[in-house]
């Protein structure tokens, strides 16, 4: 029962992904891409937790605990681009 | 010194969280590792000012409030969100609103900021240079002043309590 | 075990990467470059030779001290049959292959490290030509 | 020039990423992780830091000589891989000890922990070291 | 000393004598001429020390072991025909050597000059002692290179360099087609070694019916003529005139120029009794006769008319030595030989009267000069003589050496029957009456008629002794070998004869034998060379016009065109071929790519693709690779940057998902950071950049750029889908012992990383190599600019 | 030091990798560097030596690190690999030497030696390996490392950083692409034979193909290799990058492209084409041998037309790998001997060329040679020394370029490859004609135009400058005149790549722990 | 058992509002409302379902390490948001033809650059 609920929580997750690639590829603005890439990470870090629960592994709960820092890096750092033009 | 005894203590308890296991053994070894992060940075985290573990933990129950209002408004957040993305036809009336604030320590604007944007309708936009306003985006932002009051009532109130 | 639409989606990415590496742009190159370095990586891990469903860490300990071989097959045969199997037939294992992973990971540093240069060199060469157009950067032909 | 907000998260943050850039490195050999993983860690979160308050100004408390830190990376993994020679056994040949500790008990030390050690210096200097030379020249 | 002792010495020690010159130069002062002198006369005294073991019928050959693994040794081989080249090279060198201290001002750079006429010697004379072909290449090749050197002596000259240009390109060039004929000749007769193939009758007929014969004979044979300047390689004879005078009487008359004729003869016996070989030889000896002769009479410059009747009389000898059957392989042999003796004598000697009126008048043009007899009777005389040895005027050595061509070329003809019975004698005449004509026009040109009115210096007398004395001693020989011809026959002649034509040879050459079709063909040729010589003007005048109007009929006019253009030419291959863009070397790469996978997979692909392929993919998964794809195509096709990177870092987090689903958490991690900092490296470099820049495709590149992503593609997908069948049994991977031992030898739970810094830890050690290679690179590339600045 | 012996081959790696770190820490002390640079780079141009004894001897060598036999890496010292070795060593040492007083002060203490460790590391790491990823990861060693010297300052500096920056783009994207190809193939026959060990591969192919299970895409794979070791050697239509790189490169770090990094290409083709797919070679000959011709002509006709002197000589390194190449697309023991032969002639001439050719840039103050001219006068070592290096290069005796061409042209045509020799012949007539007319165009003629070049400089070449080239030019002299010793050693080595048993046998032999 | 069903309710909801989160994404207006939902409604998802592991795996590594990442989200995710609609706004992303009011605007207008072309 369990690993069914989980099965289908990833294909509805991966199906969530689909919007965010929209705004990727669509934008319109920068801004908008960048705040899809930063959800599709959130999903992403979701879809881990969720394979890590059904593969019963921790391994993967540690790329979730790693892609939350890093995409709030990314995040910061293109929007700083986008503001001043320069990152450092 | 104390700095360094409370951020151990913190980044010890880090350690178990980042580690997976809650231990004495890994709290031990992360209070061990701690000071040798902080301290090439010190100058960022204000060793200057005075630190007393009583007035933390006076805290405590403030900031335990604050939480619990936090998660409140968060779910009603969502609920006023939710509704408006699950319109047939989304109707909003948006804007950026200008919202005063008490607030003077850096942790409490950055907590009031973020409980801001965690919270209905609203998302921090900026700060002003003189950090007395706040430039809040709203999805509702047809009464820019009972924004404002709402801010200043219902959610500012705790930070100070819990942060100040 | 052949995974056909995975090899067909990286040969996809091949094709994509091959095309902006054709460009003109010189950023444009090395997007596409990276593309290249993702499809490759795929296809380093999808040449894993066997078809295991866990992740190559060992999870039950299986007692720590105990500094011997388990596997009395790895003695090598070579010696004696140089043609002999490593393994008998048959023979498999629950794990994925863990050294194509390995790999991997390898190419992905390197490519990071060469993608960081040829980045800072693209800043350089704009800096020097005022262009990014790859077809002005001909002061060395003939 | 980034915002307060930012400022105070990134701080707050710094100590606890590279907490766990550590935590990776060290539990490398076991979990997933290791020096590279542990390296970029510790790496982004300087570059965030960079980033959010400004090269110059976090130069003007903490300028490392990233140059070092990769030339001590590469001679730590290199001396570790050589070391095996000084103890009559061919290049890069690993050591496994369980040694016991007062207060943590049982503790595997492995050779090739050290050289995952040399790993995260070079790639945290490395790294670093392009960073701020590219952040620098302007 | 024995005589090989004495043969090795003779080659060596001009070299060690003239290396240690730069070491002695300081010592030796203004004798370093008289010390080069000493050194060739060693040399000739060593090459006496051995000639009469050969003038009895002997041959010397010995090797010393040098390539054994190649088959070849430093190997020297003495008969008739090598120690008559030794003494004509020995002996002209001390002539010359000794020339040269009159010759040469002392502010010339005098140890050079030495240095490289030693060198010069050393080379020539291990030529003609080589006992095997690529010995003789060896030093072959250094008479090339010297000759170059000695040719530009005057560096600056941009005559000289052009010289020197071109005799090096003809004769070097010429020279590795004959090592390539001597490849083949080893190909065919499995040996290097001279002495072996001539003493083996069975290797030479295994030569003869083999197919490659004319191949090889016309190899070597092109090695010969560039260096005797023959047929159309003459060209850079005259131009090597720009070297000093000394020197061209040394290497450009007397002693290089004849190594194609030592050559021609020393390969006579393995080639020769052919048809080819005398169609080729004789062939291009006689049109090369006919030719120079002519061009040499056309001439104004002393040297230069010396320079072509240079190359007429090498052509006589090359004819001669041509004249061959079936039966009669050797017709020529004893005349040519003689010949060349005869010619090393008198054109020696005119050249150094060349040097000594250039010296005294300051000038090389005939036309220019005029009666000079009275000013330098000595010199008169000299030349005199040797101009008329030259013409073939009794009772000089030259008069016999032509009457026995004429006789060759009569009895070639008649053995070859009509029309060669009239034809080879008769332009065997016409050449003769160019060399008369030309003879005549050189005595009567300085010496002769009256002295011209301006131009001239006013005192001119006759040299010193030091530079009379070694015309004085040649025109000695000349005279000495028309009077006693049986001197040269028995010595020189005979034993190189016999060597040639490897058997016993005995020659009666008198003045005096009657009234025989050659005496005829003698008085022939002076009526009509007196004749050309009064009709000199008309011939010019025609000259000219036929010059004028047919450019493309000189050889040196495909010389220049060639060289002079061979910048532009090749200008435009390569500014072609390396057009600049990358875009024309990644297409290079990409089809070489294409063409060497297609290459197995159309000659031995039965089926490109396996039969089983495998869709069982979890849906999650197939949705994510198509993520994928999306987010490549956006990264490929959004127009500006940022939005790009923005797209290829979802691709970047995709890929890590997929890594997840792979079961590969290390690898996600690691892609989920770098995925991250490059990121950030690409908004670091785009910094400056701005996002202006719009690439217009056209539809004829959109297509063949589509259609080679898509071949890229296909054979990726080939590759992957046939690679990725699985490990034929019974083989199994290595990963199996990583899995089994990784924890128990390597005390790791993650088997991943074990393999990282244990297994393949020296991989590691080289990726962080690499990453420390980037920082520093990027160092210097920022460091760079900032020193420009 | 005879517990070191074993150790050889890994030391000649990891030291200068140990000192690439140690160079690092050192920036603040260039005196401590070039001490310990120059001893570092003796001491390893001596073992490299000792190795080549030690295989000479007692047979192929090889050397787990980490003992972990062929489930590991495991460095193999044969006579090819070691004698490659040496080579390396000994142009490193000198391209080393004249580097420091070529390589602009700052430049060189900050970054210059330990790229230049590493990139010896690199080649000496390729040359040794017997894994075919880990010759991957040092392959772009070579990469990355030759990069970060093609853009180090020189002093003088009389080439444009931008065209150092063109230049390493072109060359940097180009390996890309073949790194890319390279780990294609390599990954491909890791899933068609579960191993990265060449000798393993080599084991396991033979295997297949004797049991008639070779699957077709293994013929693909090998193929692939072709491009991937084309590039690095530069042979046509994967030479482009050469003329941009070479001549841009500092004059010592031209020396080491040129003088033995292309040569990782030949020395990849032959150990894997030999090891690994001898089934192969059927195709592989034909096409390296039509290759190797279009290298030789383009590369040729291209020099012709160059007024740079480094650009000529870098279009003549592509011309003469041609014959390299050729050599080995002959094949047997004589065609891969004439190879040799014709590589480490190649070589030493190349380098030496090189380096002469710093010299003269120096001088001369420009690459134009149109702006040189009557040099012969104010440069007579230089002169001296690019005359002996041209006559090499264009196969004239007594230099060892002759010998090689010899041997090459000997081995077409006992091999009946006439028409291939014939090519070859007519294109080394080009060699003598641009090689000399560099030199005659440089040195000899009128000396160039002073009011509008300026006069050349009256700095005089130092010692350090001078004794690299002094002692190249002694090894192109002496191998010309008495070359037997290394004519034994490449029949040796051509008779050992032939057989690939002992190979095997040396690396499968082991007792895994 | 009731911690089962609770964990499963709190997983369905939060990949609910997920799912939500993503759907506003595509069809709100403008960057600043789409920074809501992703932000708000987002973290709350992302922040259930790491609870609801929480809950099925009790303080076991994957446990402890799921609250992590939930604790991290929701310290990071504000900001993140504010950064960018701060840029956007700086870059001169206008907003939506809805809005009522910007006071921003006229307090940054000097800071705002021109808005490139997209
Ligand atoms: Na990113
Ligand atoms: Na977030």
Redesign the pocket.
């Given at each position: 029962m369990n690993s069914m609920l989980l099965e289908y929580s990833l294909i509805f997750m991966v199906i969530a992904i689909i919007p965010c690639l929209y705004r990727i590829i669509k934008g319109p603005t920068i801004p908008d891409r960048v705040v899809a890439?930063d959800a599709m990470t959130t999903v992403i870090v979701v879809m881990l937790g969720i394979y890590s629960f059904v593969k019963g592994s921790v391994f993967f709960m540690d790329v979730a605990l790693v892609l939350a820092i890093i995409s709030f890096v990314?995040a910061v750092t293109i929007s700083k681009y986008l503001d001043e033009g320069v990152i450092l | 010194m104390k700095r360094y005894i409370a951020y151990s203590a913190i980044l010890g308890v880090v350690w178990c969280f980042v580690h997976g296991t809650v231990s004495i053994n890994n709290f031990v070894l992360g209070v061990i590792i701690a000071p040798f992060i902080i301290r090439p940075f010190k100058s960022l985290f204000r060793f200057d000012t005075e630190f007393s573990f009583g007035n933390a933990i006076k805290k405590i129950p403030a900031q335990v409030k604050y939480m619990y209002v936090l998660f409140k408004e968060i779910i009603k957040a969502n609920i006023v969100v939710a509704k408006i993305v699950l319109q047939p036809k989304i109707n909003i009336k948006p804007g950026i609103v200008a919202i005063p604030i008490r607030t003077k320590t850096d942790l409490g604007i950055t907590a009031i900021a973020n409980t801001i944007t965690l919270t209905p309708g609203t998302l921090t936009i900026d700060i002003s240079e003189d950090r007395s306003v706040l430039y809040v985006h709203a999805i509702d932002a047809t009464d820019p002043e009972g924004l404002a009051r709402s801010i200043r009532d219902d959610l500012e109130k705790y930070v100070l309590e819990a942060f100040e | 075990m052949n995974n056909t639409l995975l090899s067909l989606t990286i040969a996809i990415l091949f094709g994509i990467g091959t095309f902006l590496i054709l460009r003109r742009d010189i950023v444009r190159v090395i997007i596409g470059l990276g593309i290249l370095s993702h499809a490759v990586n795929l296809l380093i891990v999808s040449t894993g030779v066997f078809a295991g469903t866990k992740v190559p860490i060992i999870v039950d300990d299986g007692g720590h001290g105990a500094v011997e071989a388990t596997g009395s097959i790895f003695t090598d045969t070579l010696s004696l049959n140089i043609l002999a199997p490593v393994l008998a037939a048959g023979h498999h294992t629950d794990y994925v292959d863990p050294l194509v992973q390995a790999l991997v990971l390898t190419a992905i540093v390197i490519s990071l490290a060469t993608t960081a240069f040829i980045l800072i060199l693209a800043y350089r060469i704009y800096e020097e030509y005022g262009t990014t157009d790859l077809k002005e950067l001909r002061r060395l032909w003939g | 020039m980034t915002t307060l907000i930012t400022k105070t998260i990134t701080k707050i943050c710094l100590p606890l990423v590279i907490l766990f850039s550590i935590s990776l490195l060290l539990a490398g050999h076991n979990n997933p992780g290791g020096g590279f993983i542990g390296g970029v860690m510790f790496a982004s979160v300087i570059a965030l830091t960079y980033v959010v308050y400004g090269l110059d100004y976090i130069k003007s408390f903490f300028d490392p000589d990233w140059g070092n830190w990769f030339g001590f990376g590469l001679l730590l993994a290199s001396v570790t891989a050589f070391a095996a020679i000084a103890f009559s056994h061919n290049f890069f040949r690993s050591a496994v000890e369980f040694i016991h500790l007062p207060f943590f008990g049982e503790v595997e030390l492995v050779s090739a922990g050290l050289f995952d050690i040399g790993v995260y210096f070079v790639v945290i200097g490395g790294l670093l070291f392009i960073f701020k030379n590219v952040g620098d020249d302007r | 000393m024995d005589s090989f002792t004495a043969i090795t010495l003779a080659v060596f020690l001009p070299f060690i004598l003239a290396g240690i010159l730069p070491a002695i130069e300081k010592l030796l002062k203004e004798k370093i001429g008289w010390y080069a002198s000493a050194v060739a006369f060693m040399s000739l005294l060593l090459v006496a020390q051995a000639a009469p073991e050969i003038i009895h019928g002997g041959t010397i050959q010995k090797s010393i072991e040098w390539l054994p693994s190649m088959g070849i040794n430093l190997s020297f081989y003495a008969d008739g025909l090598s120690i008559m080249f030794g003494f004509i090279v020995s002996g002209i060198g001390v002539i010359i050597m000794s020339y040269s201290n009159g010759y040469m001002s002392k502010k010339e750079d005098l140890p050079r000059y030495y240095q490289q006429l030693l060198f010069f010697m050393g080379s020539m004379l291990g030529m003609v002692f080589s006992a095997n072909t690529i010995q003789l290449f060896i030093f072959w090749e250094l008479t090339s290179i010297t000759s170059f050197m000695l040719i530009g002596y005057w560096r600056n000259r941009p005559m000289s360099v052009y010289g020197a240009t071109k005799s090096l390109l003809i004769t070097a060039a010429g020279g590795l087609f004959m090592l390539a004929g001597f490849l083949v000749l080893h190909a065919i007769t499995g040996t290097f070694d001279i002495p072996t193939i001539l003493q083996n009758e069975s290797i030479r007929d295994i030569l003869h019916s083999h197919e490659l014969f004319i191949l090889t004979l016309v190899l070597i044979f092109i090695g010969a003529a560039s260096k005797s300047a023959q047929g159309p390689f003459y060209i850079w004879l005259p131009n090597a005139m720009e070297a000093p005078t000394p020197v061209s009487a040394f290497l450009h008359s007397a002693t290089m120029v004849k190594a194609g004729i030592y050559l021609i003869a020393r390969i006579h016996p393995i080639f020769s009794g052919t048809d080819a070989w005398f169609f080729l030889v004789s062939g291009v000896g006689i049109f090369t006769m006919l030719l120079a002769g002519f061009l040499a009479f056309r001439q104004t410059d002393i040297k230069g008319i010396l320079a072509y009747s240079t190359i007429s009389q090498l052509a006589y000898i090359m004819t001669m030595y041509g004249y061959t059957t079936h039966h009669e392989p050797g017709i020529g042999v004893a005349a040519a030989t003689f010949h060349l003796l005869n010619h090393a004598t008198f054109k020696a000697c005119l050249f150094l009267v060349a040097g000594i009126v250039a010296h005294e008048t300051a000038t090389r043009d005939i036309t220019k000069m005029g009666g000079l007899r009275k000013e330098m009777p000595i010199t008169f005389i000299v030349a005199t003589i040797g101009a008329l040895s030259m013409a073939g005027i009794p009772p000089l050595n030259g008069f016999l050496s032509k009457e026995m061509f004429y006789e060759a070329s009569v009895e070639m003809g008649s053995l070859l029957g009509s029309p060669y019975n009239i034809l080879i004698p008769a332009l065997a005449v016409l050449g003769g009456v160019f060399t008369f004509a030309y003879s005549i026009k050189l005595i009567d040109g300085i010496f002769l008629g009256k002295r011209p009115s301006k131009g001239l210096p006013e005192h001119i007398h006759d040299p010193s002794m030091v530079m009379l004395a070694p015309a004085i001693f040649l025109v000695g020989l000349i005279v000495l070998f028309g009077l006693v011809p049986s001197i040269p026959v028995h010595n020189f002649i005979e034993p190189t004869v016999s060597g040639i034509l490897l058997q016993e040879a005995h020659l009666h050459i008198k003045l005096w034998h009657g009234f025989t079709a050659p005496l005829f063909m003698t008085i022939v040729t002076f009526i009509l060379g007196i004749l050309t010589y009064t009709q000199y003007s008309r011939i010019a005048e025609w000259q000219n016009k036929f010059n004028a109007r047919f450019p493309w009929i000189s050889v040196n006019y495909y010389y220049d065109a060639a060289v002079d253009n061979a910048k532009n030419v090749t200008s435009k291959f390569s500014n072609r071929m390396q057009p600049g863009p990358i875009k024309t070397y990644m297409l290079a790469l990409l089809l070489l790519t294409i063409t060497m996978f297609a290459i197995p997979a159309i000659l031995l692909a039965s089926s490109l693709l396996p039969s089983d392929l495998n869709f069982d993919i979890p849906l999650y998964e197939i949705i994510i690779y198509l993520f994928m794809i999306i987010a490549a195509l956006g990264a490929a096709m959004l127009p500006r940057y940022v939005p790009a990177i923005i797209s290829i870092?979802g691709l970047?987090?995709l890929v890590a998902l997929l890594f997840i689903y792979l079961q590969a958490p290390d690898l996600a991690l690691t892609q989920v950071l770098v995925?991250?900092l490059s990121?950030i490296i690409f908004l670091l470099a785009i910094v400056k950049i701005p996002q202006k820049f719009k690439e217009h495709i056209t539809k004829a590149t959109l297509t063949k750029d589509l259609l080679i992503s898509a071949t890229v593609a296909s054979i990726v997908f080939i590759l992957l889908i046939n690679a990725t069948q699985g490990i034929v049994p019974p083989f199994e991977s290595l990963s199996h012992y990583f899995i089994e031992n990784s924890l128990p030898l390597a005390g790791g739970h993650n088997i991943v990383n074990v393999i990282i810094v244990d297994f393949r830890g020296y991989d590691t050690l080289g990726e962080i190599a690499v990453l420390c290679l980037a920082a520093l690179g990027v160092y210097n590339l920022i460091q760079s600019r900032s020193d420009d600045e | 030091m005879i517990a070191l012996a074993v150790h050889l081959p890994i030391l000649l790696v990891a030291t200068p990798i140990l000192t690439a770190a140690l160079m690092l820490f050192l920036r603040k002390q260039p005196a401590i560097q070039k001490l310990l640079s120059i001893s570092v780079f003796f001491i390893l141009a001596i073992v490299s030596v000792l190795m080549l004894l030690q295989v000479w001897s007692s047979g192929i060598q090889a050397y787990e690190v980490g003992e972990w036999g062929k489930y590991g890496i495991i460095l193999v010292a044969d006579l090819l690999s070691s004698g490659m070795v040496v080579l390396t060593s000994i142009v490193s040492f000198l391209a080393l030497v004249y580097s420091l007083d070529y390589i602009e002060e700052k430049s060189l203490s900050a970054s210059y030696y330990p790229l230049f460790s590493l990139l010896v590391a690199g080649l000496n790491g390729s040359f040794l390996t017997g894994d075919i990823f880990n010759l991957f990861v040092f392959f772009e060693i070579l990469l990355l490392s030759s990069c970060g010297l093609v853009i180090a300052n020189e002093k003088g500096g009389v080439t444009k950083s931008s065209d150092k920056m063109e230049a390493t783009f072109k060359y940097l994207v180009l390996n890309m692409l073949s790194s890319i190809v390279m780990l294609i193939a390599v990954a491909s026959l890791y899933a068609t034979t579960g191993t990265l060990n060449m000798a393993d591969i080599s084991v396991k192919l033979s295997a297949m193909s004797a049991a008639g299970t070779l699957p077709w895409h293994v013929f693909g794979i090998a193929l692939m290799f072709i491009v991937v070791f084309g590039n690095k050697a530069a042979i046509f239509p994967l030479h482009y990058w050469l003329p941009d790189v070479h001549p841009t490169a500092p004059s010592p770090i031209s020396a080491m492209l040129s003088g033995v990094l292309i040569k990782v290409g030949a020395y990849g083709m032959l150990r894997v084409f030999f090891l690994i797919f001898p089934d192969t070679l059927y195709l592989f000959k034909p096409v390296i041998i039509y290759l190797a011709l279009a290298t030789i002509v383009v590369g040729a006709i291209s020099a012709v037309a160059q007024t740079d002197v480094k650009r000529l000589l870098a279009y003549s390194s592509v011309s003469q790998i041609g014959y390299v190449f050729l050599g080995i697309g002959f094949g047997g023991v004589y065609g891969i001997a004439a190879a040799l032969v014709y590589l480490v002639n190649h070589a030493l001439a190349k380098s030496m060329l090189f380096l002469t050719s710093g010299g003269i840039i120096h001088h001369a103050g420009t690459r134009d040679m149109r702006k040189m001219g009557g040099m012969v006068d104010s440069a007579p070592f230089m002169s001296l020394m690019f005359l002996t290096g041209a006559m090499s290069i264009a196969g004239l005796p007594p230099m060892g370029g002759f010998i090689a061409k010899f041997q090459l042209f000997d081995a077409g045509i006992s091999g009946e490859y006439y028409f291939e020799v014939a090519i070859a012949l007519l294109f080394a007539i080009f060699t003598i004609f641009y090689m000399f007319r560099a030199m005659l165009l440089m040195f000899w003629g009128e000396k160039r135009d002073v009011n509008e070049y300026g006069e050349y400089s009256t700095h005089g070449t130092s010692s350090l400058i001078a004794l690299p080239i002094i002692v190249l030019a002694l090894g192109v002299v002496i191998f010309g005149l008495y070359a037997e010793p290394l004519i034994t050693f490449a029949n040796a080595t051509a008779n050992q790549i032939l057989d690939p048993q002992p190979y095997i046998d040396a690396v499968m032999t082991r007792v895994v722990r | 058992m009731v911690l089962e069903i609770l964990s499963n309710v709190v997983l369905v909801i939060g990949l609910f509002f997920v799912f939500l989160a993503m759907l506003g994404l595509a069809r709100l207006p403008d960057v600043y409302n789409r920074l809501h939902t992703t932000t708000k409604i987002g973290t709350l998802g992302a922040f259930g379902v790491m609870f609801s592991i929480l809950l099925k795996v009790g303080f076991s590594p994957i446990g402890v390490k799921a609250l992590t990442v939930a604790i991290f989200i929701l310290v990071t995710a504000p900001v993140a948001a504010h950064m960018i609609g701060r840029a956007a706004h700086r870059h001169g992303v206008g907003l939506c033809k809805e809005s009522v009011i910007d006071e921003y605007g006229r307090a940054c207008s000097a800071a705002c650059p021109e808005k490139e072309d997209e």
């Open positions: 890439l990314g | - | - | - | 870092s970047g987090y995925e991250t990121t | - | -």
